[in-house]
Structure formats: C-alpha cells, structure tokens
C-alpha cells in the first residue's frame, strides 16, 4: 500500500483532507499530517511517503522549499501543491520542481481525486521503468559474464564479441588480470581504475579484473588488504596488456590456486609465488619398480608397504601438484603395464584418470585415489592369476611366500604340492615365466628391498630372506639391484 501525507497549516484542511477523501480506494494509507514547514520536512524523512499533498504558503519553510529539499533526498516522492493564489510565478516554479498537479483553494474532492490517480499513474510508470530497467541489467550483466567466460575459454577468437557486451568503455582497457578462489568469492572494492567482471565455470568461482590504469597498484592493495582478513585462499595470474591473453592468466589463476590449496596456504597467492622442486628421479624409479613386482605378483601386503613410501616421497614441501599428478599418472601407466596379462581392465582407472587426477587438490586425495585404484587393481590380478593357474603352481606360490626366508630346493617343494621335481620345474616355469630358482632368488630380493627401505641391517636383512651367508647375499643383490645393499640401505633409507 502507498503512503501520503498532508501538509497545511490550515486545520480545517488538514482534517478535510484527511477524514473526507476515502484514501483506502486508492490502496494509500494517510499516515501523517504537519502544520509547518519545518515539521513536514522532519515527517518527510521520518516516513519518506509516496505521495506528498503540501500548501505553498506555511510557517517555516514554504512549500515549494520544503518539495526543493524532499525531492533532493528522495526523488521517487510524487508532490501535489495546492494554494490560495493562482501566482504564475508560484506555477512556474512547481512545475520546474516536476510537481504532479498545481490546485487552488478550496479544493474539491474531484480535483483531488483526479490528481491522486495522476500521481498513482506515474508511481505505475516509474516502477514499471525501474523493473524494465532492472530486468534490462541483470539481462545485460549476465550478457556481460557469459562473453568473458568465452574470452577466458577461448581467448582471441571472441574478443570482438566480448567488446560488444563491456560497453564504450572496452577502449579504456589496458590490461586484465583473473583470480580464482577456493570456496567462497572475496568482494573485490570498486575503485575507478579497474572494472571487476564475475564469472563462474562449474566449480571454478573467478573474478575478471579489467584495468584502467596499469601498473595495477591499486587492486593489489585490496588483494594484500584481502589477504589479512580471509581464512581461505584465493590466487592470481600475471597482468596481461592483451585481452588475446586472457586463457594464459586464467590457467595462471588455476594453477595457482591448486598450489595454495595443496600446500594448505591460506590468504593470496600469486603465479609467481608458484615453485617446482627437483624429483628424485632414482628415488622414484626405485619405489615405482617395486610397486610394480607387486603388483605382476598380487602382494597385497607389499603394495601397502610401497605406497606407504610413495606417500612419504609426495610430502616433499617443494613439490607442486603438477609434478605429483605426473607421476601418479606414470604409476597409473605402471599398473597397466602389470595389467597386460591377463587383459586390463578398463573400468579401474576409467577412461580419463587424467581428468580424475586433475581434479584432485591435495596430496591427501592424490594417494588415496591411487593407493584405492592400485588395490582394486592388484586384487583383480590376483583373482586372474588364481584362475589361470594350474592349483600345485598356486600352492607352490603360496609356501614360497610363507617360507622364502628358509632352505626351499625345488625337490622339497615339489613333493610339497605332490609332483614329480622334473614336470614341476617345467610347469612352474610355464606358469610364472620364471625358473624356479629366478623367481625365489627375484622374491627374496624384492624382499630384501623393502627390509633395507625401513632401514634394516643388511646383515639381518640377508637372514631375513634366508641368505645366511652375507658375502653370498651382496654378490646376488647387486646383481640383481645394480648395487650393493649397504649402498642401497643408504640411499633408500627414509630415516621415518
């Protein structure tokens, strides 16, 4: 409902106006009358009405002052003045302050009935303009978002297309810079040397940053000033003076932002700020080669163990999440090499375990994906090997497994699983690739590995894994390993 109010300082006019005027058929309720000037105006900003019936002529201030002042303040307020005078000069006055109607005294019901509906069908037209005008910015503004979305994506090819939607002012814009943030978009302050555009893409909430001024001084203020108040993170790419440029510092954004977020850091961090260390390539050649013995095995426990050291080597500070899904992507690519035989099974790793890796944000979610996947994975060779294999092969594998740190000849072993030693050497050999002897010697090893990886002695690791003769065990390891284990103790050792 509309609010008027009346403002006289005759009272029989006030009253009149008031009690004779069925205001409620107009949906207005009369909230409020005044005798002066100066009380109507303090009424005025009190109430701030619709509709304002007011006398020219009053104490304190007149009329057409007090509408002067009202309309300044709130220039949606619809006036309708009324005196005892038909002055041109009062008329022209009112009319230049964009009164609704000019009526002499004594007023009529009927002129007030008519100039009420008049200032009732401007307050219409007014909100039906300002709803046009709203519905016509958002449309514009969502116009604006869906263009610069297009010039993150595809960078020159929409430039022109993206002018259109920025407006006159695209010929004013030096330079662009976007940030990215992690959870919830940080309010960039207005300031005169840059427009702010923001855009969301799926889960990406980015904010476009198109300057006016260059160096950009001003908004990395505000970012610094961010910065100090957030819990969150929040990056940025480099400046660019080319809007063809834009894609490069959206990834720059991106990036960064996995960075921050990997690393656990909070508040603003920069492209710049985004450091790769030095992968210990041997390091990880070694822990990939024994994930995969555990895997062409199916050693479960094994593979725990392995994992458990890749886990360690991915909590190296200087590590980016770049180079961590890299090569998590090459143990992906290890196990399905494991996978060959019997035929890989695609639905593991997906189709795009790329796209899955790229998603992920921490090192936490990174091996877990993985460790999930390499399990699944060891598991489903291990159940294609138990149904490949002859049953003596299987249980021959499993007492190697239970008794690989003792004396085990291939005679023992055949009468074991209840076959003559010559056809059993020839089978074990057809079911595992690998003469007998190899494949004790290669399991020991392997054994032996993660022994000295946990930092055991090597000569108790030679007992271990049943060489009781220790010059006899070196001699094989680093035939095997390409080095000594004492050497390979120290370099693989993590001290944890």
Same mark, same amino acid.
């Given at each position: 409902m509309l609010k008027a109010v009346v403002f006289d300082d005759e009272y029989i006019v006030l009253q009149g106006l008031k009690t004779m005027i069925d205001w409620g058929q107009y949906g207005i309720e009369m909230i409020g009358t005044a005798d002066? &000037?100066?009380?109507?105006?303090?009424?005025?900003?009190?109430?701030?009405?619709?509709?304002?019936?007011?006398?020219?002529?009053?104490?304190?201030?007149?009329?057409?002052?007090?509408?002067?002042?009202?309309?300044?303040?709130?220039?949606?307020?619809?006036?309708?003045?009324?005196? &005892?005078?038909?002055?041109?000069?009062?008329?022209?006055r009112a009319i230049g302050l964009g009164v609704v109607d000019y009526l002499e005294k004594p007023i009529t019901v009927s002129n007030i009935d008519k100039a009420v509906q008049k200032a009732i069908e401007r307050i219409r037209l007014r909100q039906a303009y300002s709803t046009m005008q709203v519905k016509w910015n958002a449309s514009q503004a969502e116009l604006l978002e869906k263009a610069t979305l297009d010039l993150l994506l595809l960078g020159e090819k929409v430039v022109s297309k993206w002018r259109e939607s920025f407006g006159a002012e695209w010929t004013e814009v030096l330079g662009v810079t976007v940030a990215a943030f992690?959870?919830?978009?940080?309010?960039?302050?207005?300031?005169?040397?840059?427009?702010?555009?923001?855009?969301?893409?799926?889960?990406?909430?980015?904010?476009?940053?198109?300057?006016?001024?260059?160096?950009?001084?001003?908004?990395?203020?505000?970012?610094?000033?961010?910065?100090?108040?957030?819990?969150?993170?929040?990056?940025?790419?480099?400046?660019?003076?080319?809007?063809?440029?834009?894609?490069?510092?959206?990834?720059?954004?991106?990036?960064?932002?996995?960075?921050?977020?990997?690393?656990?850091?909070?508040?603003?961090?920069?492209?710049?700020?985004?450091?790769? &260390?030095?992968?210990?390539?041997?390091?990880?050649?070694?822990?990939?080669?024994?994930?995969l013995s555990c895997l062409r095995r199916g050693d479960r426990e094994g593979l725990g163990q392995a994992f458990e050291r890749i886990k360690r080597w991915t909590q190296t500070d200087t590590l980016s999440p770049d180079q961590i899904e890299r090569e998590m992507l090459k143990l992906v690519y290890i196990g399905m090499e494991a996978a060959k035989e019997p035929p890989y099974n695609r639905g593991i790793f997906g189709e795009a375990p790329h796209r899955e890796l790229s998603a992920l944000d921490t090192r936490e979610e990174m091996v877990e994906w993985m460790l999930?996947?390499?399990?699944?994975?060891?598991?489903?060779?291990?159940?294609?090997?138990?149904?490949?294999?002859?049953?003596?092969?299987?249980?021959?594998?499993?007492?190697?497994?239970?008794?690989?740190?003792?004396?085990?000849?291939?005679?023992?072993?055949?009468?074991?699983?209840g076959l003559n030693s010559a056809y059993f050497s020839l089978l074990f050999k057809e079911e595992t690739g690998s003469s007998y002897i190899k494949y004790l010697t290669s399991f020991r090893i392997e054994r032996a590995k993660a022994l000295l990886q946990e930092g055991m002695r090597v000569n108790e690791a030679s007992e271990k894994v049943g060489y009781c003769n220790y010059r006899h065990f070196s001699e094989i390891f680093k035939k095997h390993v390409g080095m000594t284990p004492g050497r390979y103790r120290d370099i693989h050792h993590t001290g944890s």
């Open positions: 002066n &000037g100066l009380s109507a105006l303090q009424m005025f900003r009190d109430i701030r009405p619709d509709i304002v019936l007011t006398d020219i002529r009053m104490p304190g201030m007149d009329g057409l002052q007090l509408i002067e002042t009202a309309a300044a303040e709130a220039p949606e307020a619809m006036f309708i003045v009324f005196s &005892g005078f038909n002055e041109f000069e009062y008329v022209r992690s959870s919830e978009r940080a309010a960039i302050p207005i300031d005169s040397s840059y427009r702010v555009v923001e855009v969301t893409n799926g889960d990406e909430i980015l904010s476009v940053i198109f300057h006016f001024q260059l160096p950009a001084s001003s908004l990395f203020e505000h970012l610094s000033r961010l910065a100090s108040r957030t819990a969150a993170v929040f990056s940025s790419g480099c400046t660019y003076t080319s809007l063809t440029d834009t894609p490069k510092s959206y990834r720059e954004a991106l990036r960064a932002l996995r960075f921050g977020k990997f690393h656990h850091t909070k508040g603003w961090i920069t492209i710049q700020d985004v450091k790769e &260390g030095q992968v210990r390539t041997e390091e990880l050649a070694t822990l990939q080669g024994s994930l999930e996947r390499m399990e699944k994975l060891c598991a489903w060779i291990e159940e294609a090997r138990i149904r490949k294999k002859h049953p003596a092969i299987l249980k021959a594998l499993t007492i190697i497994e239970e008794r690989y740190g003792h004396d085990l000849s291939l005679q023992e072993l055949a009468e074991q699983v």
